[in-house]
């Protein structure tokens, strides 16, 4: 096979062939250049220019040789979301096989540990970054009116299973059933001991702790053996002292979940701060059920999100005024025409807006009701009932409603006063063959609201005008416009991460990156155009 040549000592092989293992080191070394000039990334940069984002986390240790710039990994965070990566293992993974990844970590490919240890201190600075840079989009870059916002909200689910509820009902008609057995038994213990523990409606965990604490010094005093176990005959005095501390471990667990439910009506087990919320059967939500979400809002102008927030309360009426109040505090001014839907028209909402000089033109409720021909069908429905001149209801069968009987007076759910002034018929509608279809009782009564009537009357004439109308379809275009790209272009249908500081983080950052996506967009069409 090999044929030797001692003189020149040279070696030959038959199937010889020669391979080189080697790699030639070529231009470019600057990363920027292997980008393409027309790549998203640049239009990111031009839009985060001049933004300090060294300022919104903690600086690093000095001595820390393997630490990164933590405004870098903002910046590359932020990046990230606008392409809709929302895992920072996927992030991690990103920077060392990206090259814009690359290009914007300055190759030093951060671990998912960095990322995570930023993102702790963003749940204080979330918010300070949100509305830096959406203003900084809003106002200097797409010259958006921000007088004018769509405002509405979508509920989304948390890192929580189904069948992770606590609900509050269930737990204070357990507990009130638990008192009831207390009661019995501090009744016996009394009658066999000659103790005095007071009966009582409600008992504390503390309370009944007590009463555990004595029956087992009571015990140790006497020198009774304290059995447990098959064949264990207890004495009476320990199976008292059983009982009583079962009742201080469920009661101790009762208060612990009212405690961490609060005002709300549920909770979940997985996500304490996650409310159990019944979302819509639509394209997201194929089966129609409770589960544990976060009410998630949002305030649009000409396309750009300048206003966002995370709520517990289901009810999108209740989160109005906070929601509001918290764009003042941001930018110093509230927005002129908040334009919403029906969901946000209620009498407290109405009253808020008129004190801070805000234009009614959020629906209220039945407000598309009245163009509705089925609906107006139905004759008995006050709001179907004709107005003679002096302002009294007429019903179908001509009888005027103008017989004052008293005023009603309630408390909103913000403690403001509503009178509702209450007017029947004449004759008491006697002698009327409409009677039983027209209400249930002897007669009808119907409830006049003046301060809400004029609530309502003021929203009909914002919203009849050409600008009304051009605003309601664009609340629909470009608020509902909005969720649908996050939801279905972000794939964001459920969060990631768990409690209330960390969901706001997880949304503020998709709304950033919702923003951010928009420039890069905008710029896309003009050059398209151009």
Known sequence: MYNINMNTNTYTHQNYKTYSDGMQLCLPLDLSVSIDSDDPMWSFLDAVEGVNFSKYVKSIRSNNTHSHDRGMLLKTLLFAFMEGHRSLSEIAHLCKVDTRYLYLSNQERPSFMAFQRMTQDLTESIDDIFF?????IAQDLMLCDTDIQYIDGTKIEANAHKNS??????????EERLFQRISESIFQLNFHHGYAYPLKQTYTALEIGYICQYLMETMVNNNIEIKYGTGQRKSEIQREYDVFLGYYGKLMEYEYWLSIIGK???CSKVDLDATFMATKWDYYNQSGITR?????????SDGIIVNSNVYQSPVDTATWQDFIERYKERTGSYPKWPVADAGYGSYDNYFFNIIRGIRLVQKYNMYGKKEDKKFQKKIYDALNRKENEEGYKVCPSGRVFDQYNGDRYRNTLQDNLMITQLYSEKEQCAGCKRIKECTRGNYRQI???????????EVDKNLSTEEGKEMKKQRSIQVEGAFGVIKQDFKFTRFSRRGMKNVKMEFLLVCLGYNLKNII???KNRMDKT
């Open 292 to 300: 544990a979400c976060y009410n998630c809002q949002i305030a649009v």
């Open 264 to 266: 709300r009506n549920s």
């Open 132 to 136: 830096d840079i959406s203003q900084h």
């Open 165 to 174: 509820f606590v609900y509050k009902k269930r737990i204070l008609n357990a």
């Open 447 to 457: 409830g006049k609201n003046i301060a809400m009537n004029e609530f309502r009357k």
């Open 521 to 523: 967009y905008s710029d």
